[in-house]
Structures are given as C-alpha cells and as structure tokens.
C-alpha cells in the first residue's frame, strides 16, 4: 500500500515538472548593473564671485607686421653704349619743360658725353634701343664741327639684314640730336644735357617738332632718302 502511495506521488511530480518546462511562457528577467553617480558638493559662494573674462583690448597692444618692400635692381653706372636707360631722365626733362607733348612709347636714357665729345673719324660706338632690347655699333665715317663747338658726326651700321644704315647726330655742349636707322625702324633721341629720349619715328606724330642735323649733300639724286637702308658692295672676286 505504501509503495502504490509513494508511485502515485512521484508520477504527480513528474507530471507537474514536465508541464513547467513545456508550459511555461515567462521571459527571465534582465538583471540591470548598478550605475555608480559621484556628486560632487559646489561651492556656491565661490561660484557667485567668478567674473566673466573681458575681451581683449587689442589697442593696447597692436601686432605690428611689417610689409616686406622688393627693392629694384640697381642700375649700373657703367655704360656698355653710349647711352642706357634711366630712372632720373623723365623727372629732369619735365622740370626742364623741354618734353615734346606728342612723345609715344618713348624710353628716358642718359648719353655718356664723355664718350661722345671724344669721338673722331674713323672710331666705333654702340647705341641701344630699349623698347627692342637691341644694340648696334656703329662706323664713324665722317664728322664735322661747328663754330659754336657742336658736334656733327654720321655713320654707318650693318644690320642683321646685312644692310648698311645710317645714324647721325649733333653733340652740342647742352643738347643732342639725332636720329638712328636700324632693322627695326628709324628712330629719334634728344636730350638736355645728358638726360634725354628715344622713340621710334613711326610712334611720333606728324606735328612732332625735330632738330634735323646738317648732311652732307648726296652726291645721288635729291629724291632718296639718306636714312635708307643700303646694300653692302660684295668683293669682286673676278
């Protein structure tokens, strides 16, 4: 009889475990970790007594920051022509108020006048031409003087084109005047005493005043132009 007791209870609890694990529906609960906080206490009256930061008064102490300046190249004082470009010559010329009022792309240079008023018949000398960056050397083939002492001196050039062309000027003890043919163009110089110009003719208006220097007359025909460029005589090699 106890047996059959002790069967029958153990079948319930059989029954009623085996009906929890196949019945039951509850989701385990999620176990949350604790959050650890620190309060840390304020010191209210400390707090109350900190100012705002003032902004900065930059007059008081201003940053000075220099600009850098590019300085220009020195021009040289030594002359490789009888004339060079210069930085002085319009500023003299102006005050002067010998400036021609219909000068077009024209270049301010200074003559060495030393050079010139040496110079003799059968001598050489270079003149440049700033706005092509070029420089000729020219022949001596004739010179004359004046009574007053002014200078007239003619030459020849051989261009690249191996054309002959002709320059000619007048060195005054103040003043000179000239003009110089080159492949380029026919151009015009004056100056007041060492400081003067030079401009292409073609960039000069027709109202455009010149000092013309005294030629030797051609022996040619009135007609041609002395300034033209020439042809070089080739040897006869008959």
Do not use: C
Request: hydrophobic share 40%; net charge negative.
């Amino acid at each position: 009889m106890k047996r059959a007791i002790l069967i029958i209870v153990a079948l319930g609890l059989s029954a009623f475990t085996i009906y929890k694990l196949l019945f039951n529906t509850e989701k385990p609960q999620q176990v949350t970790a604790p959050v650890a906080v620190d309060i840390v206490p304020v010191d209210s009256q400390f707090a109350a007594n900190k100012k705002a930061p003032q902004p900065i008064d930059m007059s008081k102490d201003p940053v000075n920051v220099k600009p850098k300046t590019i300085e220009a190249p020195a021009q040289s004082n030594q002359f490789e022509a009888i004339n060079k470009v210069s930085a002085k010559a319009k500023e003299v010329l102006t005050n002067a108020n010998v400036l021609p009022s219909d000068l077009n792309n024209e270049a301010y240079i200074e003559f060495d006048l030393n050079t010139l008023h040496a110079l003799e018949a059968g001598d050489s000398f270079d003149i440049s031409i700033p706005q092509t960056v070029e420089t000729y050397s020219a022949e001596i083939t004739s010179l004359s003087e004046a009574s007053n002492g002014d200078k007239s001196i003619f030459g020849q050039v051989i261009g690249a084109d191996g054309q002959l062309h002709t320059t000619v000027m007048t060195v005054g003890n103040d003043a000179i005047y000239g003009q110089f043919t080159a492949p380029s163009g026919n151009y015009v110089f004056e100056s007041k005493g060492k400081y003067g110009w030079i401009a292409a003719k073609r960039d000069l208006y027709q109202n455009h005043i010149e000092h013309h220097v005294d030629a030797p007359t051609p022996k040619t025909d009135k007609t041609i132009d002395m300034f033209a460029p020439k042809k070089t005589e080739q040897p006869n090699t008959q």
